[in-house]
């Protein structure tokens, strides 16, 4: 996956709570198993009007905060079903961060493993982070993972926690299945001393 270190961006505000990930990509993108292309369905019923027109007033739509790569949304961001879409989603519209006061357990962890990172900060915290967004868009946020710090439009800095092994993992770019290929010279040792002590379980027997 790819690596996550640091963002200097335009913040986009989602002043919204209990986001469901039925409202971040609706079930009907869900017939495809590829990262890509869910973007055009990310927060649909949101961002586009009954003709398919772009919605001016949400914060996706906005000039402002066009090109954005950190959303700032209320508590229980990613709740509902247990989707991986919905990272999906958000990740190929751009967004490689999202700030809330709290998460979904599952969509915060499908997050990590998708190379995206998730920011729980106090709720006051982040309320000020939406208003200042609010009142001056366009404004950046400053997310920096070696530090653990957010840096908001007015240069307050937010510190937070992130689980040391997702820390590493994010800043390698590991997903599972790269993290075993890292061993894979100490696997292939193992079956092959494996193989020569206990050569019976090896045998093919349907030949």
């Known amino acids: 996956m790819e690596k996550f270190v640091s963002l200097d961006t335009v913040g986009v505000p989602l002043d919204r709570g209990n986001v469901d990930t039925d409202a971040i990509i609706p079930a009907r993108y869900l017939k495809t198993l590829k990262r ?4 055009v369905g990310l ?5 586009y009007d009954a003709g398919g027109a772009e919605l001016p007033d949400f914060p996706l739509n906005r000039p402002s ?27 190929d519209f751009g967004f ?21 990172l998730p ?17 001056a868009p366009g404004g950046k946020i400053a997310v920096d993972l070696p530090a653990q710090t957010v840096r908001g439009p007015g240069g307050d800095i937010h510190a937070f926690r992130v689980d ?9 770019g590991l997903d599972e ?8 010279a100490e696997i292939d040792r193992y079956e092959r001393e494996r193989k020569k002590a206990t050569p019976w379980l090896f045998l093919d027997l349907a030949g």
């Open 65 to 91: 905060f066009r090109g954005g790569k950190v959303l700032v949304a209320g508590e229980n961001f990613g709740c509902g079903s247990s989707r991986e879409h919905a990272v999906w989603a958000l990740m």
């Open 177 to 184: 299945i790269a993290l075993t290929l890292t061993s894979a």
């Open 43 to 47: 927060f649909f019923a949101w961002r």
């Open 164 to 172: 040391p092994f997702a820390k590493k993992c994010l800043l390698e």
């Open 119 to 135: 920011v729980t900060l106090p709720a006051a915290e982040v309320r000020s982070l939406i208003d200042a967004l609010l009142a």
């Open 36 to 39: 890509t292309g869910l973007g």
């Open 96 to 116: 490689r961060a999202v700030i809330a006061p709290s998460f979904s357990d599952i969509f915060h962890n499908n997050c990590l493993k998708n190379g995206m």
